[in-house]
């Protein structure tokens, strides 16, 4: 399989490893900010104030107790996972678009007073961008992919529709946006490095170097 349509990460052990760590990661804060009386999530996004934007780098990292760290970690491993399929450097990239721009959308919208903290913004990006992805890059192998994780989690896509109290609906919508950008905009730059890789026909038969 081409490495633009992969599905599952060339070496899955080590993605797998990857994604554990930082797990962990995620377990080892909420850990210490329990133990500390909750103090680290009063640094999660606090929207349209200035000291506020820093939450935007420090939000994902956190959650409000133990139930919404169990809640995400789930499929925050088995995204995560998937998203390794093309390596390090594009995990990296993806997740850092998505977490940026969920970030940003809380800070515009969410409600004035409000703290918001978690990974579900990120968990969402994960999930659209992998249901999309196979349609930018027009893989058939990743688009069967989309449709399984559509059957078992699509049902969460509902988390971006207002109403369940005490729920950022906002970091919800704006990840899940992010994920479809950063699925856009990965298969346009595959696209152009494709093209450019080409080799000239003309300059071939023409007897230039290539």
């Keep these: 399989m081409a490495p633009a349509a992969r599905v599952f990460p060339a070496r899955p052990l080590q993605a797998l490893m990857m994604i554990l760590s930082f797990t962990v990661v995620l377990w080892v804060v909420e850990f210490y900010d329990q133990m500390t009386g909750e103090r680290l999530d009063a640094d999660g996004i606090v929207p349209r104030s200035v000291d506020g934007l820093e939450g935007i780098v420090w939000a994902p990292l956190l959650h409000a107790g133990w139930a919404h760290l169990i809640a995400n970690t789930l499929p925050f491993v088995v995204f ?4 390794l399929a093309h390596g ?9 678009i998505i977490w940026v721009v969920a970030g940003l959308g809380v800070w515009f919208t969410a409600p004035y007073g409000s703290v918001t903290v978690g990974m579900s913004g990120v968990i969402f990006g994960w999930l659209t ?11 058939g192998a990743q688009i069967v992919l989309a449709l399984v ?9 509902l988390g971006v529709v207002p109403g369940q109290e005490g729920v950022s609906w906002q970091g919800h919508l704006f990840g899940a946006v992010a ?3 950063a699925a856009w905009l990965v298969a346009r730059r595959s ?8 080799p000239d026909p003309a300059a071939r038969q023409r007897g230039r170097p290539v």
């Design 80 to 83: 995560g996972f998937l998203v």
């Design 179 to 181: 994920g479809i950008f």
């Design 149 to 157: 994780v559509f059957f078992l989690w699509g049902g969460i896509l």
């Design 191 to 198: 696209r152009r490095a494709t093209t450019g890789a080409l």
């Design 88 to 96: 390090i450097g594009r995990f990296v990239s993806v997740t850092a």
């Design 129 to 139: 961008y992998l249901l999309v992805r196979g349609f930018f890059a027009r893989s």
